[in-house]
C-alpha cells in the first residue's frame, strides 16, 4: 500500500529544534510536490510549507518562514522540515501530504477545502512548552 509516513515530532521547550521527516512508501516521491500541512486543538488546519520534488524549490507562509526549512533526500524518498526558533504557538498535529503537482498547485489547494490531495501522512504530535 502505498502511503507517507511521518516521524520526528516530540516535546521541546521554546527555542528548540526539531526536524519532521515525511517518507514515501510503496511510491516515489520524485515529480510530486510535498506539503506540511499542522493542526492546533480548536483550531482549522494550516498549510505551512511546500517542496517541490521536481525542482527543489520551496515555498513557506509568514509564521515559519525564517524559521523552517524544508529539505528533500531522492535517494531515501524521504522530504524533510527542519523546525528552530520554535514557539509555544507552533504546537500542533504536522502532517504532511503529496500531490502530483506543482507547489502554486498544492499551495492554492489550501484554500479550497474541496481540494484532495493524493496521499497524506498519519501526522506527528509536535508540542513546545513555554
Known amino acids: 500500500e502505498a502511503q507517507l509516513v511521518e516521524s520526528g515530532g516530540g516535546l521541546v521547550q521554546a527555542g528548540g529544534s526539531l526536524r519532521l521527516s515525511c517518507a514515501g512508501s510503496?511510491?516515489?516521491?520524485?515529480?510530486?510536490?510535498i506539503g506540511w500541512f499542522r493542526q492546533a486543538p480548536g483550531k482549522e488546519r494550516e498549510g505551512i510549507a511546500c517542496?517541490?520534488?521536481?525542482?527543489?524549490?520551496?515555498y513557506y507562509v509568514d509564521s515559519v518562514k525564517g524559521r523552517f526549512t524544508g529539505s528533500s533526500d531522492s535517494a531515501k524518498n524521504t522530504v524533510y522540515l527542519q523546525m528552530n526558533s520554535l514557539k509555544p504557538e507552533d504546537t500542533a498535529v504536522y502532517h504532511c501530504?503529496?500531490?502530483?503537482?506543482?507547489?502554486?498547485?498544492?499551495?492554492?489547494?489550501?484554500?479550497?477545502?474541496?481540494?484532495?490531495?493524493?496521499?497524506w501522512g498519519q501526522g506527528t504530535q509536535v508540542t513546545i512548552s513555554s
Open positions: 501530504a503529496a500531490d502530483w503537482s506543482q507547489c502554486s498547485t498544492l499551495v492554492a489547494g489550501w484554500f479550497d477545502t474541496s481540494y484532495e490531495y493524493d496521499y
Open positions: 510503496g511510491f516515489a516521491l520524485d515529480g510530486y510536490a
Open positions: 517542496i517541490d520534488m521536481s525542482d527543489g524549490s520551496t
